[in-house]
């Protein structure tokens, strides 16, 4: 059985920073790309970041770009994202998700559709 299982979300003062794992198992995700999305309450899941399976491509939504920074593990079915300098309007849910897609076009890695696979979500909560 395939699970993606995030990890390290919690409250946040503005300013502050945390870090969020997700934890791939079940099957080999060689090929996969993995990405972190978030939805806020009463809003669409939208695309935060993506890293492709060898970890040297790397793309970030502009809401994010700068303070985020995703990686993955040595292991590749783990994916790390660093989250910086947050402010109140990232607080979401946020889910990790993996695919074999291409990264090069942002019709693919920004389109949740195109994964295969997502974890259960993780919420993040900064307090202003």
């Given amino acids: 059985q395939v699970q993606l299982v995030e990890s390290g979300g919690g409250l946040v003062q503005a300013g502050g920073s945390l870090r969020l794992s997700c934890a791939a198992s079940g ?3 060689s090929g996969y790309a993995m990405a972190w999305f978030r939805q806020a309450p009463g809003k ?3 695309f935060a970041t993506v890293i492709n399976w ?3 491509s790397t793309y970030y939504a ?7 920074a995703i990686s993955r593990g040595n292991a590749k079915n783990t994916v790390y994202l660093q989250m910086n ?3 109140h309007e990232d607080t979401a849910v ?3 998700a993996a695919g ?3 990264i090069y076009s942002e019709s693919f890695y920004a389109n ?4 295969d696979y997502w974890g259960q979500g993780t919420q993040v909560t900064v307090s202003s």
């Fill in 44 to 46: 669409e899941r939208e």
């Fill in 94 to 96: 946020y889910y990790c």
């Fill in 54 to 56: 060898s970890g040297r």
């Fill in 112 to 115: 949740p559709g195109s994964y």
């Fill in 62 to 68: 502009d809401a994010v770009k700068g303070r985020f």
């Fill in 100 to 102: 074999r897609l291409p």
């Fill in 27 to 29: 099957r080999t995700f």
């Fill in 85 to 87: 300098n947050l402010n």
